[in-house]
Structure formats: C-alpha cells, structure tokens
C-alpha cells in the first residue's frame, strides 16, 4: 500500500514540478501580457507550494517504505543520498519562486533561477541520476524542456478564455515557433535516455520495466499528435477554433497527466535492468 501511494505522490509532484517551473520559463519566452503573466504566476505559486508539501510527503513516504526506523542508516539513506539532495533542491526551487521578485530581469532570471534549481532534483535522484551524473544532466534537460511544454500550455489554455484574439493568435504562433525546438530537445534526451537505461541485447520486452515504458511512450506518442494537430490543423485557422484548440489542449494535459502517471509507476516499481 505504501508503494501506491508513493506512486501517487511521485504523479503528483511532477505535476506540481513541471507547472511551478515551467510558468515562469514561459512567461520569459513567450512574452504574455500582464494579465496572463500574472495568470502564470498564479500557476508557478500553487505548483510551488504543492511542490513543498508533496517533496515533504514522498520523503515520509520513503522513510516508512525503508522501516520506518528512527536510526542512523535510515536518516542516511532519505536525507544523506540522492533522494536528500533532490529534496532538498525542490523545496529550494520552490521556495525562490515563492520569493517576491520584480517585474524585470533580475526579477526573471531569479524565477529562473528557482525553475532551474527544481528541474536539477533529477540530476540526484531517478533512474538516469542512478546511472551516471552524465545521464542525470541529460534528465535535467528533458525535464525542463518539458516544464516549458506544460507551463506554455498553462498560459495558452488561458489564452483561449480570456485574451482578445490577435493576442491569442499571436501567443500560439510564438508558442508554436518555439516549441519546434524545445519539443525537438525533449525527444532527443528521451532517446538518450532509453538507449543509456535499457540493455536491448537481453530480450527487454520481456521485462516489465520495459513494458511500463513501453506504456508512457504510447501517451508520450498521443500528446506529440495532439501538438501536431494543433500546430498543423487549428493554429492555421485562428481565431475561428478558438474553442476547439481550447478542448484540445485540455486533452494534450490530460495525456500527460498519464505521462506522469506511468513514470510514477515506472520509478517506483520497476528498474531498467531486469
């Protein structure tokens, strides 16, 4: 039972992440007005705080899974290890973008900073941190990458409610113009990583590991179509499918909360070597 809830807090926490840190690296690229900016910094504070108190949780969680022991090797292995270190620059991340900051540069680059700080959780903690600090860099990548993806989403699904509509359809031309490369950077860490974490000349698709993987992947491959009918078939007829792009992305969230979901399952119950 521990396990299961360890899994949901994990879905969770990543959800929490990716918002709080991927709000303001939006914001900074996309340029919103300051309604919607302020929309996003809206986002960035509750994803902040559930970041905190889910980092909390899993930590808890984890302390009970290893027995639950108030002892030496217990504390070492929750605080003195890379699930200590994550923590920790979660709860850090998190508590910068809590932190009141101005409306210029120096108030984006500390938002930055604290988005930075909590995407640099998976360099200490996961499969890829497991596997070498290399592999745990080219984590940090796919993860930030993909806290813009939800972050841009965020704005955009507000967009699509609120905003006239040449700020609209100027927001999803920048967000499209962008994403082309930042998508583009997702996918390739997301290969790295696969190739790095899984040995293919040991019958894999034997494993369940790879079969849980196999399962992210197909919802990974819906969200990457869904953006494709968004970037292909909506964004060109703006403004007139306002409300279609809106149920759409309301959709491309819902496939990634499973994304989510599969890597909680995934890093809680399973290891790349079978």
Known sequence: MLEVWAALVKASLYG??????????AVLSLRPS????????RVMRVGAIAAIAL???????????????????TFSAV??????????????GAALLLAPADEDLSGHLWRMTGALTMTASVV??????????TAGLVAMVHVTAASWWVGSLWILRRTCVDADRDEMVRLVLRFSSRAVFIVAGLIVAGVVLIIALIDF??????????????LKLAFVALVLL????????????????????RRSINVELM???????????????????P
């Not at 300051?34 to 910094?41: E, F, I, K, N």
């Not at 984890?62 to 090797?73: K, T």
């Not at 200490?124 to 600090?133: T, W």
């Not at 007139?240 to 792009?245: I, K, Q, T, Y």
Request: neutral net charge; aromatic residues 8%; contains cysteine.
């Open 55 to 73: 980092s909390v949780a899993a930590a808890a969680l984890l302390f009970m899974r290893l027995g639950g022991a108030f002892d030496q090797p």
């Open 255 to 273: 496939a990634i909360a499973c994304v989510l979901i599969t890597t909680a399952v995934l890093t809680t119950y399973f290891a790349p070597e």
């Open 201 to 214: 000349s040991i019958s894999p698709w034997l494993t369940d590991y790879v079969r849980t993987l196999a």
């Open 226 to 245: 869904l953006a494709a009918h968004n970037k292909f078939q909506l964004t060109p007829r703006l403004p007139g499918e306002v409300a279609r792009l």
């Open 124 to 133: 200490f903690n996961g499969h890829a941190a497991a596997l070498s600090p």
């Open 16 to 25: 929490a992440l990716l918002s709080a840190a991927g709000a303001p690296l």
């Open 79 to 92: 605080f003195s290890s890379g699930p200590g270190a994550a923590l920790a620059l979660q709860i850090a």
């Open 34 to 41: 300051a309604a919607l900016a302020d929309y996003a910094m």
